[in-house]
Nanobody, 125 residues
Framework: QVQLVESGGEVVQAGGSLRLSCVAS????????MAWFRQAPGKEREFVAT?????????YKDSSVKGRFTISRDNAKNTVYLQMNSLKPEDTAVYYC?????????????????WGQGTQVTVSS
C-alpha cells in the first residue's frame, strides 16, 4: 500500500521558517518525481515545487516562493523535504506531498499518481 505522510506543519510567526517532510512507504521515492502542492482556505490546490528523481533539477511555482522555498530529497531515507524561509501569512495552507512516475517536471495535479493527506502550515502576522 502506497503512503505518503507529511509532517512538520505548525503555527509560525511571519518571517519564520519551517521544514516539511514527506516520508514514503510502499513506493521507492527514487523511482518517482516528487512535488509539493498547497491549498489555502477557500482556494484551489496549487503547485508549489517539484524535483526530479535524482534531485538534479527543481522547478518552483513562481517568484513568490522561489528563493524562499527549497525542495530537496533524500532517497536513502525515502523522504522529500520542503524548506520554507521568510514565511508570509499568504503561505498559510495545507501542504501536500505528491509522487509522479512522469519524467517531466510537472505542475499539473493530474500528472501525480499518489498523494499524502497534508500538513497544516499557519503563518501569523
Amino acid at each position: 500500500q502506497v503512503q505518503l505522510v507529511e509532517s512538520g506543519g505548525e503555527v509560525v510567526q511571519a518571517g519564520g521558517s519551517l521544514r516539511l517532510s514527506c516520508v514514503a512507504s510502499g513506493l521507492t521515492v527514487s523511482s518517482y518525481g516528487m512535488a509539493w502542492f498547497r491549498q489555502a482556505p477557500g482556494k484551489e490546490r496549487e503547485f508549489v515545487a517539484t524535483i526530479t528523481r535524482s534531485g538534479s533539477s527543481t522547478y518552483y511555482k513562481d517568484s513568490s516562493v522561489k528563493g524562499r522555498f527549497t525542495i530537496s530529497r533524500d532517497n536513502a531515507k525515502n523522504t522529500v523535504y520542503l524548506q520554507m524561509n521568510s514565511l508570509k501569512p499568504e503561505d498559510t495552507a495545507v501542504y501536500y506531498c505528491a509522487a509522479t512516475l512522469s519524467y517531466i517536471l510537472s505542475r499539473q495535479e493530474n500528472d501525480y499518481n499518489a498523494w499524502g493527506q497534508g500538513t497544516q502550515v499557519t503563518v501569523s502576522s
